[in-house]
């Protein structure tokens, strides 16, 4: 059966809706999990960090939208922005991970992810996420095909970062290919480069 899937731009009345669906999808992956020490319920919080990098000003942020309701949720940026945080939004981060414990497993976390953000040119996929109860209908497919057609414009690299074992292949399926690995907070990431399209 084909979904009818509308990806577009990101609105700002479209946050609560997208914080929920991609929170839902990332509440139970081995990068968030291991944050709230294997508690599935603590890791709901991690939604309202995705409502302050919803926020952020670099980037740009897209929803995918199923019978008009927002189940998805894309964030990209392009370099050398990809770690740039602003000072305003600390406060509403500190509150996003509710605990000492939590914020120091993030800020590793992002510490290690911005060493080996890569020097040269490329956008970043910092994360995308489809809702659980809409997962497995071509979702995530549609919204990786949106990416790469912005990526492929620009005619520069694409990267990634993932801990969840079975997105290797999904992210395979569109050129990317593992390019490094390290364990943080107990848990294999790996560090996913898609070469630049050349100019025809």
């Known amino acids: 059966m084909e979904y009818k899937v509308n990806i577009r731009e ?3 009345a479209d946050i ?13 992956t081995p990068a968030v999990l291991p944050m709230y020490s294997g508690n ?9 960090l995705r409502k302050v990098v919803f926020k952020s000003p670099t980037g740009r942020c897209f929803v995918a939208e199923l019978d008009d309701r927002i189940v998805g949720g894309m964030r990209i940026v392009k370099s050398p922005d990809c770690y740039a945080f602003s000072l305003k939004l600390i406060p509403a981060a500190l509150s996003a991970a509710r605990g000492l414990g939590p914020l120091m497993r993030l800020m590793k976390m992002l510490d290690a992810f911005r060493k080996h953000d890569p020097k040269q040119p ?5 994360f995308l996420g489809v809702a659980p109860d809409f997962q497995g209908k ?24 993932t801990a969840t074992p079975e997105n290797v292949p999904f992210y395979e399926r569109f050129g990317f290919k593992v390019v490094g690995e390290e364990t943080i907070n107990g848990v294999k990431n790996c560090y996913m480069l898609r070469p630049a399209k050349s100019a025809k």
Do not use: S
């Open 122 to 126: 490329h956008w970043h996929l910092l």
């Open 16 to 28: 609560p809706y997208a914080v929920e669906a991609v929170g839902k999808a990332f509440a139970t």
């Open 10 to 12: 990101m609105q700002k």
């Open 138 to 161: 071509g979702i995530g497919n549609k919204m990786m095909v949106f990416y790469c057609d912005i990526v492929d414009r620009d005619m520069i690299e694409a990267y990634h970062e």
């Open 40 to 48: 599935p319920t603590a890791a709901l919080r991690f939604q309202n």
